[in-house]
């Protein structure tokens, strides 16, 4: 299931208070899935990591009674929480699936039974759980079976290019990285499950590049000559080396486009790339959605439908992320590509 369609299941069994597993590789979005949930349904998130966890923790504090003669396990933390709730909550036992098999065991009765050693579980929780798989080399042994069928559905979350990319730009992701992934989309699902010490690429791990290109732009403690040494290593280490040398090359064609300024004198006969140099058109398409705004809209868009529709698309597509109050069917600019383009008008998702 594509992540906007998990986003969906998820907030689904929330609702309903379904308790649901999610699996997949390792930094496909699943954790972050369960968050954006959360904070759609304006519902609390207590998160447990059951792979650190003793079997006793999903039990409470062992403690004497008064006589001295027994004694109980009193609810603490995290559990008394899961007691008191009085307000939607959803309890997420992350990374389920590396957790030792006595752990996973002292769950069931809690996802089951919805007790913690005879204190119910407020009707408000609902629990979510998310594993790797075996083939990840993720240190998943597997999920026991009873704990499983405790779970209403299992999903499994696969990667898709226009979710991140409505993500990455909703997250303040770096422009040239957001093109430079329409461009190179296959780099999006590049995970390989390996012993050494090195990243490959990933919706988490590219996030992560991104992180590092905005800071490091921003930072003032490091020259200019010194940041272009770091970046394409501290790239590297983030989302593998293969990966930094595509960016970095994307970012040199990136650097050396037109400036917005030059385009806008003559929208209708500054000159377009070469049909043969995809890498700048998708650089420049996503520039220029970059510098969009209500003032130069009509002008951009002048130039833009000299541009193959391929290109339209993705243009309008990114402006409909950053400037969504531009893409009225009531604007002017928006009126011509649909009269144009409409058959194409359904890929642009509102």
């Known amino acids: 299931m594509y992540p906007k369609q998990a986003l969906n299941a998820i907030s689904f069994c929330i609702e309903n208070k379904y308790p649901i597993l999610l699996k997949g590789r390792p930094g ?5 899935l369960v968050e954006q949930a959360c904070k759609k349904m304006n519902v609390d998130l207590i998160v447990s990591h059951p792979v ?10 062992p403690y004497p009674t008064k006589d001295g003669k027994n004694a109980t396990h009193l609810p603490f933390g995290d559990l008394l929480r899961l007691i008191n ?11 389920l699936g590396q957790s030792p098999m006595s752990v996973q065991a002292s769950c069931m009765h809690l996802l089951l039974a919805r007790c913690i050693n005879g204190h119910k579980v407020s009707d408000h929780v609902t629990f979510v759980a998310a594993t790797n798989r075996k083939e990840d080399k993720a240190g998943v042994m597997g999920i026991l079976e009873p704990v499983k069928s405790r779970f209403k559905t299992i999903i499994d979350i696969e990667i898709n290019l226009d979710d991140w990319i409505d993500w990455a730009m909703l997250n303040n992701m770096p422009m040239e990285l957001v093109s430079f992934i329409r461009w190179k989309p296959d780099l999006l699902d590049g995970f390989k499950a390996t012993a050494d010490l090195i990243n490959t690429p990933s919706p988490r791990t590219i996030a992560h590049a991104g992180m590092i290109i905005n800071q490091l732009k921003d930072t003032t403690l490091i020259s200019d000559k010194d940041k272009e040494l770091m970046l394409s290593e501290m ?27 030059d385009i806008l004198k003559d929208p209708k006969k500054h000159p377009l790339p070469s049909n043969d140099k995809l890498d700048v058109m998708y650089a420049l398409t996503g520039y220029l959605a970059s510098k969009t705004d209500k003032d130069n809209y009509a002008k951009i868009g002048e130039y833009m439908w000299r541009m193959t529709p391929e290109f339209q698309v993705y243009f309008l597509k990114y402006v409909n992320r950053l400037r969504p109050e531009l893409i009225g069917l009531t604007n002017p600019t928006t009126k011509k590509f649909t009269m144009k383009h409409a058959d194409l008008l359904s890929s642009l998702d509102r």
């Open 52 to 61: 650190v966890s003793d079997p006793t923790d999903y039990k409470g504090l």
């Open 235 to 261: 790239i590297a280490g983030a989302a593998g080396q293969g990966f930094s040398v595509e960016y970095i090359a994307y970012s040199r064609v990136w650097n050396k486009l037109p400036k917005i300024e």
């Open 85 to 95: 709730a009085d307000k939607p909550t959803v309890f997420f036992l992350d990374d």
């Open 28 to 32: 496909c979005a699943k954790t972050s």
